[in-house]
T-cell receptor, first 113, second 109 residues
Framework: DAGITQSPRHKVTETGTPVTLRCHQT?????MYWYRQDPGHGLRLIHY???????DKGEVSDGYSVSRSKTEDFLLTLESATSSQTSVYFC????????????FGPGTRLTVL | RKEVEQDPGPFNVPEGATVAFNCTYS??????FFWYRQDCRKEPKLLMS???SGNEDGRFTAQLNRASQYISLLIRDSKLSDSATYLC??????????FGTGTLLAVQP
C-alpha cells in the first residue's frame, strides 16, 4: 500500500469554526489531491497540487483552501465550516498526474453540526 | 450533464454470473481512463487502467470505445468478494481526474 496517512480520521465540529485536514505521504509523489465523497455525487475534486506551493482548483473549491509547503504534506482548510461540508474527505497522490494511478488515503469523516 | 456518468445500480447478480458496467465520458480530450474499486467505508483502490487496445486481468476485462466515448468493465465468474462499488475515472488535458458516481455490485450466493 502507498504510504498515505490522513489526520484526523474523524472529526465533529460546529458551524463557523475553522478546520484543517492533513494529508501526509512518504512516496515523494509530485501530485496530491483532495476529494470529497457524498452520496449521489461520488468523488469530487476540491483542489490539487502539482508541486510545492503549486496548487489549482477543482470542481468544488468554494469554501476550501489548500497549502503545500513541502512535498510530503498537503493541507485542506475549511475557513468557516458549514453543514454542507459534512462529508468524507479523501486525499490522493500520483507520480505523473492523470496519466498515472492515484493512490488514496484512508479518508477523514467530517461532521459539521 | 455530468462529465463522467455511470449507472448507480445496484446490480444484483448470482455467484458465477458475468456482469458488465459502462461509463460514459463527455470530454473528447480525455486521455486516461481507470476503474477503481471501493469497499464500504474504505478508500478507492485501482482495479485497472483502461488502454486503447483494451486490457484483461484475470476475470476482469476493460475496454475503451473512443468513438462512442465510453469505457466498460466486464467481470466474469463473479465472486462474493467482488461485491463493491466500482468507480470509473477519466483524465483529460488538465491534471484533473473526474470520477463517476460509482456502480454498486452485489453478488448473491
Amino acid at each position: 500500500d502507498a504510504g498515505i496517512t490522513q489526520s484526523p480520521r474523524h472529526k465533529v465540529t460546529e458551524t463557523g469554526t475553522p478546520v484543517t485536514l492533513r494529508c501526509h505521504q512518504t512516496e515523494n509523489h509530485r501530485y496530491m489531491y483532495w476529494y470529497r465523497q457524498d452520496p449521489g455525487h461520488g468523488l469530487r475534486l476540491i483542489h490539487y497540487s502539482y508541486g510545492v506551493k503549486d496548487t489549482d482548483k477543482g470542481e468544488v473549491s468554494d469554501g476550501y483552501s489548500v497549502s503545500r509547503s513541502k512535498t510530503e504534506d498537503f493541507l485542506l482548510t475549511l475557513e468557516s465550516a458549514t453543514s454542507s461540508q459534512t462529508s468524507v474527505y479523501f486525499c490522493a497522490i500520483s507520480e505523473r498526474g492523470v496519466r498515472d494511478t492515484q493512490y488514496f488515503g484512508p479518508g477523514t469523516r467530517l461532521t459539521v453540526l | 450533464r455530468k462529465e463522467v456518468e455511470q449507472d448507480p445500480g445496484p446490480f444484483n447478480v448470482p455467484e458465477g454470473a458475468t456482469v458488465a458496467f459502462n461509463c460514459t465520458y463527455s470530454n473528447s480530450a480525455s486521455q486516461s481512463f481507470f476503474w477503481y474499486r471501493q469497499d464500504c467505508r474504505k478508500e478507492p483502490k485501482l482495479l485497472m487502467s483502461v488502454y486503447s487496445s483494451g486490457n484483461e486481468d484475470g476475470r476482469f476485462t476493460a475496454q475503451l470505445n473512443r468513438a462512442s466515448q465510453y469505457i466498460s468493465l466486464l467481470i466474469r465468474d463473479s465472486k462474493l468478494s467482488d461485491s463493491a462499488t466500482y468507480l470509473c475515472g477519466s483524465g483529460g488535458a488538465t491534471n484533473k481526474l473526474i470520477f463517476g458516481t460509482g456502480t454498486l455490485l452485489a453478488v448473491q450466493p
